[in-house]
């Protein structure tokens, strides 16, 4: 078991375009979940999977955010016409769902927007 | 909605000494969460506590949890260096999968 795997771990984009971040959960984790992180502030709630099911959106995640997980394994998170404000670092975690039900987060994705 | 207050936001403490995190949350929760975060790096689950007079203990770090209270707290015995990093708890909103995260509290041990 490797963790939660994100790519890419660094990404640098102009104003304007489109990024795509992948997730690969803990494998038999069937739910999943992103997060946004800026710098000196706590993680913050995007969404949430359980198997390929959507269930949860926050009201952060706007129109130009998506997220899906097809297969109930990996997941993407796309961010359509990047705005300067998207800069932060995107974590994703997994969990079982049972027993102690830990949360593991992934080592992140950093965004910087330019 | 469910809030997460930790204080102190921010500790500098000596090796050697003891302290203590306190994490408050709003409304009934499921369960609290405990992550260290090192500068650049992920959240690195430390404890989950699962119900009322919960406590856990990891090295110099122990976690209790007061559901009646909505308080949980993380004390440092004997401080040393390799614990400066920020610390989050997080609290699980009631019926609901989502973590609210604190604001953390960033902890430097000295000599």
């Known amino acids: 078991d490797t963790g939660v795997s994100q790519n890419p771990r660094h990404k640098i984009t102009k104003r304007g375009q489109n990024v795509t971040f992948r997730c690969d959960p803990i494998s038999e984790h069937n739910r999943l979940y992103w997060y946004r992180q800026t710098l000196g502030q706590g993680p913050e709630f995007l969404t949430y999977f359980q198997n390929e099911a959507q269930l949860e959106k926050s009201r952060l995640l706007s129109d130009r955010f998506s997220a899906e997980r097809p297969k109930g394994s990996f997941s993407t998170l796309e961010i359509q016409r990047t705005e300067q404000g998207d800069s932060a670092m995107y974590l994703c975690?997994?969990?079982?769902?049972?027993?102690?039900?830990?949360?593991?987060f992934g080592e992140g994705s950093w965004l910087t927007v330019v | 909605e469910l809030k997460v207050e930790q204080n102190p936001l921010f500790l500098s403490m000596q090796e050697g000494k003891n302290y203590t995190i306190y994490c408050n949350y709003s409304t009934t929760s499921d369960r609290l969460y405990w992550y260290r975060q090192d500068p650049g790096k992920s959240l690195e689950s430390l404890f989950v506590?699962?119900?009322?007079?919960a406590v856990k203990q990891e090295g110099r770090l122990m976690a209790s949890l007061d559901t009646k209270a909505r308080l949980s707290t993380l004390h440092i015995t004997a401080a040393v260096h390799d614990l400066s990093a920020t610390y989050f708890c997080a609290a699980l909103g009631y019926n609901t999968d989502k973590l609210i995260f604190g604001t953390g509290t960033r902890l430097q041990v000295f000599p």
């Open positions: 975690a997994s969990s079982s769902g049972s027993g102690p039900n830990t949360i593991y």
């Open positions: 506590l699962l119900s009322n007079g």
